[in-house]
């Protein structure tokens, strides 16, 4: 990409913001061949002189090209600051997530990056629940799809016992004060309708968190990742 003045002048403010920040994006990971270009059009924008070791000015930097450009960023579009991933050598736990019917490959992103950072288990995607293989799922996901095993099209009948049910229905069972076993499968329900009355009625245990807000619901990847947090740090196969 390369601007003469008056070309990039020709354009709108916001898209002169847009494209300076696909410049700063490209230039943070590591395409050299961008830095006279964008040091261009930070002049020509009247920016001060960018100090590009510093990433959290770099990121400050693009959120001002976002902003300037009318751009809402999500977490998977912005610039990744942090550099510790690693590769983990802990074990995934032998436990089954089956989401039943969830619609959101923004939930089912969200749901596979809890799986992988608390290394539950495997994901178990029952028919119309968008997959892995999504697009969305994968940019939510940041790269965890690769991790986490999963299956399509999933069966709960095939599942092991006991199953779980994350919903707020009652009878049900304080998380805190359930006792996991070391396998299972934990169920998660619709965005909007929950877990059917016939899946919950099949059953071995009906879990909710305790809420006090007036609104009593959390988005179900939200739920799950509290969820998740009490699994690791409380199952039996972390104490052997």
Same mark, same amino acid.
């Given at each position: 990409?390369?601007?003469?003045?008056?070309?990039?002048?020709? +354009?709108?403010?916001s898209h002169r913001h847009k494209k300076a920040g696909e410049l700063l994006k490209a230039l943070f990971y590591g395409d050299e061949k961008q830095m006279t270009c964008y040091r261009n059009l930070e002049l020509w924008l009247k920016l001060p002189e960018l100090n590009l070791q510093n990433t959290e000015n770099v990121s400050a930097r693009f959120h001002l090209h976002a902003k300037e450009a009318g751009i809402s960023l999500q977490e998977h579009s912005l610039l990744h600051v942090r550099h510790e991933d690693q590769i983990s050598e802990t074990p995934f736990l032998n436990i089954h997530i089956f989401l039943y019917s969830l619609r959101s490959?923004?939930?089912?992103?969200?749901? +596979?990056?809890?799986i992988e950072a608390f290394r539950l288990g495997t994901l178990h995607c029952s028919l119309n629940t968008p997959t892995p293989d999504n697009p969305k799922v994968q940019k939510t996901s940041m790269g965890t799809h690769h991790l986490v095993p999963y299956h399509t099209d999933a069966d709960l009948s095939t599942l092991p016992r006991p199953w779980i049910a994350l919903e707020t229905a009652s009878p049900s069972t304080s998380l805190y004060s359930f006792t996991f076993p070391d396998t299972f499968t934990l169920i998660l329900g619709n965005e909007e309708f929950g877990i059917p009355k016939h899946v919950l009625e099949q059953c071995d245990h009906i879990i909710e968190i305790p809420l006090v807000g007036g609104k009593n619901s959390l988005n179900v990847a939200s739920a799950f990742a509290i969820v998740a947090s009490y699994i690791r740090e409380n199952t039996s196969q972390l104490k052997n």
């Open positions: 990409m390369d601007f003469t003045k008056p070309k990039f002048m020709h +354009l709108t403010p490959a923004f939930n089912v992103g969200s749901i +596979l990056r809890t």
